[in-house]
């Protein structure tokens, strides 16, 4: 019986290596949020290592991410993390989006919760420190100085009709 169950197991594994969910590459940054916002390449270096592989068009996949279900998985948060939160599409974002996302990514890094504890583990490199942290939070925040000292205050304000539909505009 556990033989039968562990052979079923073994085929189901090897047939699903077929399957291939599409990769996060396209080299599309027209709508990159460094087209309306200067990034030095001081927070490029954090964004790109710690933030980059699920947060902009363009994963870089490490070997391991040919193997199912490893491969899914990793699929699921880069597109869960995206369609939150986009480097790549930020200049597409209305500016109350904007101002709310960059609010977010200062959240998310004080409270430790970016990037992922389970990206981490792998990418050591990716766990930020202090002063890391700060050289990005700092920069969202001249950004959201910026946009307030550009438009008028109500442009800034994020009229949520649900959380769900904000989030997936
Ligand atoms: C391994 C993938 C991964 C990495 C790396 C990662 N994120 Fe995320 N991020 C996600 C996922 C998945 C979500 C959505 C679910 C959640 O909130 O846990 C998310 C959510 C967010 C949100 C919330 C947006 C919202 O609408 O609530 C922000 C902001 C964010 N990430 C910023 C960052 C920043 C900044 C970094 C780099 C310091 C980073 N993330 C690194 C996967 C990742």
């Not at 052979?7 to 090897?14: F, H």
């Not at 391991?64 to 948060?77: K, N, R």
């Not at 101002?99 to 930020?128: C, D, F, R, W």
Request: hydrophobic share 40%.
């Amino acid at each position: 019986m556990i033989k039968k169950i562990l052979i079923g197991l073994l085929v189901i594994l090897v047939a699903i290596q077929f399957i291939r969910p599409e990769k996060n590459n396209s080299a599309d940054i027209t709508k990159d949020i460094s087209t309306l916002y200067p990034m030095p390449d001081s927070v490029k270096v954090i964004v790109d290592k710690a933030c980059a592989d699920c947060h902009t068009n363009n994963t870089k996949y490490p070997l391991y991410a040919a193997i199912q279900p490893i491969s899914f998985w990793l699929a699921d948060h880069v597109n869960d993390g995206k369609r939150h939160f986009n480097f790549n599409e930020f200049a597409g974002y209305r500016l109350a989006k904007q101002n709310h996302k960059l609010e977010e990514v200062i959240e998310q890094i004080k409270e430790g919760e970016m990037p992922l504890p389970s990206y981490t583990i792998i990418h050591t490199e990716a766990k930020l420190t202090e002063a890391e942290k700060e050289t990005l939070t700092k920069w969202c925040q001249s950004i959201m100085d910026t946009l307030k000292a550009t438009y008028p205050a109500d442009s800034l304000i994020l009229k949520k009709p649900t959380q769900t539909q904000a989030a997936s505009k």
